[in-house]
């Protein structure tokens, strides 16, 4: 059985920094790429960063280029995503998710963790 489960949420302040892990077994180790996404409250769900576990592959949405740093651990099956320079916009669950095709799509992730809350204060 897929399962995803993310960590190292928390409180911090603007431009500090935090590290997320995504711990996946089961199913999800055959996926082709894990995908981090953030939804804050009374918004939409949207896409911040992916990796793929062949070759190491990333992109990065605008909003946290330059800021952010996705990276896996294939021996562990972990992705981690670094965050540098935090905002208070940056405030939401933030959750992994993996897919079986190269995508920024959140509608194309099978499968998804239960989310981590990230807040940033002002």
């Known amino acids: 059985q897929a399962q995803l489960v993310e960590s190292g949420g928390g409180l911090v302040q603007a431009g500090g920094s935090l590290t997320l892990s995504c711990d996946a077994s089961?199913?999800?180790?055959?996926?082709?790429?894990i995908g981090w996404f953030r939804q804050a409250p009374g918004k939409e769900r949207e896409f911040v960063t992916r990796i793929t576990w062949r070759g190491g592959s990333t992109y990065y949405a605008d909003s946290v280029k330059g800021r952010f740093t996705i990276s896996r651990d294939n021996a562990k099956n972990t992705v981690y995503l670094q965050m540098n320079s935090l905002k208070p916009e940056d405030t939401a669950v933030y959750y992994c998710?993996?897919?079986?095709?190269?995508?920024?799509?959140?509608?194309?992730?099978?499968?998804w963790g239960q989310g981590t809350q990230v807040t940033v204060s002002s």
């Open positions: 998710a993996s897919a079986q095709v190269l995508t920024t799509t959140a509608n194309h992730y099978d499968y």
């Open positions: 089961g199913r999800t180790f055959r996926s082709v790429v």
